[in-house]
């Protein structure tokens, strides 16, 4: 596949197979910058750590399937390519209090906001969408993952009980959209 990221700004597409998704990253890694921050949404187990798993082995992160794991617990990972190039991997969700967005002033932000601000990184932060409004502008990849339609119409409308703590499907065809706003505001 060919992204027309770069001219579109936005891409939506289907990866029903981890092969797709690893097309659809070939194609963004030339577009991706040292100092770019990434956005990733997406409800539970659509993908996000996934995302940046095959992504950190298509950047060259040695053994990345099995070093590149969930920072769920560990809130913020770092990955070397071999390139030199360093990958930051944070994670937001255990950050919710219940309200559905993070203070300003808790310390992992204070410390992500310097990473991004330093320009040194890729910085790639599932569940941004849990940081607080004044960081719309710190992204400049918006990554929304969603279980996407696969076009039999067979698509979960999560009451069928067929598992997944929010009732999705896991084997569920996955939609991938990448947002590009490179000319975003910086913190
Ligand atoms: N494009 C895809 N095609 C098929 N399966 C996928 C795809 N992306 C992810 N998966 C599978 O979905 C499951 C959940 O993925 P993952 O843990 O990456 O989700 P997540 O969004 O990081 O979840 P969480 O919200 O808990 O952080 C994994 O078993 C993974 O292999
Ligand atoms: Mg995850």
Known sequence: MMLEISRQRKCSVL????????????????????????????PLGAGKTTLVQRLAQALGVPAAAST??????AL??????????????????????GTGQIPESEPVLMELEEI????????????ADLAPAAWQGYWQWYVQ???GNDGDDNVSDGSDGSDGSDGKDPSEVRQVTLLCQK???RP
């Open 15 to 42: 990866c029903p197979s981890l092969p797709d998704l690893d097309a659809l990253l070939a194609d963004w890694v030339p577009l991706l910058c040292r100092g770019d921050a990434v956005a990733l949404t997406g």
């Open 68 to 73: 590149v794991t969930s920072p769920t617990f």
């Open 76 to 97: 913020m990972n770092d990955y070397q390519t071999q390139s030199g190039l360093g990958i930051v991997h944070v994670d937001l969700y255990r950050l919710d209090d």
């Open 116 to 127: 991004i601000a330093a320009r040194q990184h890729l910085v790639l932060v599932e569940w």
């Open 145 to 147: 993952l969603d279980y």
């Open 183 to 185: 000319e975003g505001p």
